[in-house]
């Protein structure tokens, strides 16, 4: 019996430990875009001032093009700049349109976990965790796919001529985003090219080939 109540008390603690942010300390904290200062987040502006307007953003109305970029997708954020209502709130949601047979590239976010639902197309989704062990799942529309906070994940639409659309939310209004062939080749200053040739057991020539096809 006692036990059982330490452990209850137990996951009730860790529970509390894996809040991605701190909780806001007043209803809400409006996004002043235009202070100068850093904090963690941004300043609030004056709640005497806070209007609807600053909690709805139509940022997500519009169709992220796709064409003419290399991975085919193109990713929608919300932000403080575009729903200022949700500075300290711990909460982006993405838009993600992708083209036929288009990918969002394996990529990790440092602050976030993810849930994505897929809105339209056929989408296969993924993640590899810190084993090397790949989950991964085809999605419809209305269904959904969690992704867990820093490991690497992807998206890619199945269907070679119809466009994809997905929508995720992510626990953090600042998840932050990492793609892994960018990050490596394309890193300003680069890597150099010993560290890239052992790394992927290539040579100097396929280092020079990847980093320019991917524009770096
Ligand atoms: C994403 O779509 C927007 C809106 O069409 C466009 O302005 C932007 O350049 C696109 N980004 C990429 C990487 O294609």
Redesign the pocket.
Known sequence: MKTSLQLFICVIILLSMVEAEPDPLQDYCVADTKSPFFINGALCINPKFVVSSHFATSALA?????S??MFGS?V?LTNTANLPGLNTMGLTLARI?IAGNGIVPPHSHPRASEVTICLDGTLLVGFVDTSGRLFTQQLRPGESFVFPNGLIHFLFNLDSFKPALALSGLNSQNPGAQIASLATFTSKPSIIDEILKKAFQINGQDVSKIRKNLGG
């Open positions: 519009i169709r992220g093009k796709t003419g970029n193109n929608t349109d």
